[in-house]
């Protein structure tokens, strides 16, 4: 279908702002289309296609790889077209400045209208993520440093401790919820050593940071909306006691680098420093459960593959980019284009949004043999992009990688039992991706 050039089927222009929120959704009176048969569609109000996305995935890479959506944004699912929106330097990451709004009504453009405004006061800066150079460059690197792989190494014997004690206690009980238990505890408790963060509120940080992340899903309406507002100033006024502190108060940990950090002169914002810290709060522990626990639910799917890890340290250090590859923690990013771009003979207009599918990209066959099976030695599975790619790549991909890597490596380990002990449940989310519930035995 990408042969032909594309129109909406309301014969309106391509793709500009999107529309898709859920009170918009209600009003039009939206249902999961019959996504099975006939003209595939990205649909993400559909449960079939947030429980298991992958078949929808390969439809649209198949038969319609450019796909204009009737929500109002250009969706990517090869491999090729979402690696070079994703590098190429005439594409913004800047959705406020840059996304051409349609209809000002919706949840989304609402939000960005706040932003904006609170941007214009000074009272909030945008985070690294939402910046394009220069100003992305010159934040990326007053931040990058902490970041290096070399960086990261040094907290390997931290985070196999941390891992040991949750282990520990679980070998106690004879039993886990693999989510409660390890995979949500260890990235969020590193990230707070990281951060020199006190961690007696995790329980109120940890459902903050669930709400703020549902302001990503494509879905999200005016309530999610303005949940995510509240919890990002409940975050916001936290941190900011924290950070009043810490400048007083300085110590060996991340937070007080950035507070001391310059580079030329240059130094880092109080707005720039809270929302790099917010970002890097919520990114350090949000995305890493989702791969410890995806990560480990794919591999008790394949059992032979999860034996041969076991028993292969050799595996250790490359094992993880598949499991990135073949489920990733997140599933989509979008970017704007700042002038016409085409692929192949579809033409999306500058100002349009581009949604990059990443957990598509990833398991396009053009990129990765046989891509719906976990393949542990799969010789190319470290070009996934489930960390994005170009300027934006994920700052903290070494970081999540050791993580995940110790846990899982730590855990079939211990326990070479390791089954299932009743269904796993979904997190209702499509951008970021992960296992609610996974509850094992030995
Ligand atoms: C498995 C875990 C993780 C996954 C799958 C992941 C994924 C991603 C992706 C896809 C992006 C780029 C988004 C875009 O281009 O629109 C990104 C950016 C970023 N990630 Fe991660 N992330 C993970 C863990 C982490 C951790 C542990 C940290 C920090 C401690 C972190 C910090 C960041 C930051 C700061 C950026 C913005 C980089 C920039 O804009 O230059 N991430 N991540």
Redo the contacts with the bound molecule.
């Keep these: 279908m990408s042969g032909e050039p594309q129109a909406r089927p309301d014969g309106r222009a391509t793709a500009r702002e999107p529309d898709v929120d859920g009170e918009r959704a209600q009003r039009a009176g939206a249902q999961p289309p019959e996504s099975t048969v006939g003209v595939p569609i990205f649909n993400p109000f559909d449960p079939a296609f947030r429980a298991d996305p992958y078949p929808f995935y390969a439809q649209l890479r198949e038969q319609d790889p450019v796909h204009v959506s009737p929500f109002g944004f250009t969706v990517l699912t090869r491999y090729e077209d979402v690696s070079r929106t994703?590098r190429g330097a005439e594409f913004s990451?800047d959705v406020e400045a840059n996304a051409v709004v349609q209809d000002a009504d919706t949840a989304r453009a609402l939000r960005r209208e706040t932003l904006r405004r609170r941007y214009e006061a000074g009272e909030a800066a945008k985070s690294?993520?939402g910046l394009d150079p220069p100003d992305?460059t010159r934040l990326?690197r007053l931040v990058s440093l902490a970041f290096t792989p070399s960086a990261i190494e040094r907290l390997r014997p931290r985070v196999q401790q941390l891992v040991d004690d949750c282990l520990d206690r679980a070998a106690d009980r004879g039993s886990t919820e693999l989510v409660d238990d390890l995979a949500f505890p260890v990235?969020f408790q590193v990230?707070s050593d990281l951060l020199g963060m006190p961690t007696e509120r995790s329980d109120e940080i940890r459902d903050w940071s669930q709400t703020l992340t549902g302001a990503l899903e494509p879905t999200a309406d005016h309530a999610t909306m303005e949940a995510a507002e509240l919890a990002s100033q409940q975050l916001g006024a936290y941190l900011r006691e924290v950070i009043d502190d810490r400048r007083e108060h300085l110590g060996d940990d991340l937070l007080s680098q950035l507070l001391l950090v310059e580079d030329d002169g240059d130094r880092l914002l109080p707005a720039e420093l809270m929302s790099f810290v917010v970002?890097?709060y919520v990114?350090?522990h949000e995305?890493?459960v989702n791969?410890i626990g995806n990560g480990t639910l794919a591999l008790l799917r394949h059992p032979d593959e999860l034996a041969r890890w076991r028993d292969d340290p050799s595996l250790d250090a490359s094992a993880v980019d598949e499991l990135?590859r073949y489920d990733?923690?997140?599933q989509q990013?979008v970017r704007i284009p700042m002038q016409e771009v085409r692929y192949g003979d579809v033409t999306v207009p500058a100002g349009s949004t581009v949604m990059t599918v990443?957990g598509a990209a990833s398991h396009d066959p053009a990129m990765f043999d046989d891509p719906e099976t976990l393949h542990l030695d799969r010789p190319n599975a470290n070009r996934h992009l489930?960390?994005?790619a170009g300027?934006?790549?994920?700052?903290?991909?070494s970081?999540?990688k050791l993580e995940?890597t110790v846990a899982i490596t730590t855990l079939i380990r211990r326990f070479p039992g390791l089954e299932l002990a009743g269904e796993p449940s979904w997190r209702d989310r499509l951008t970021i991706r992960g296992v609610g519930h996974l509850p094992l035995s030995w």
Aim: glycine share 12%; with cysteine.
């Design positions: 994703l990451r690294i993520l992305h990326r990235p990230i970002l890097l990114a350090g995305t890493t791969l990135l990733g923690p997140v990013t990443l489930g960390f994005a300027i934006h790549y994920c700052l903290g991909a970081l999540a995940a």
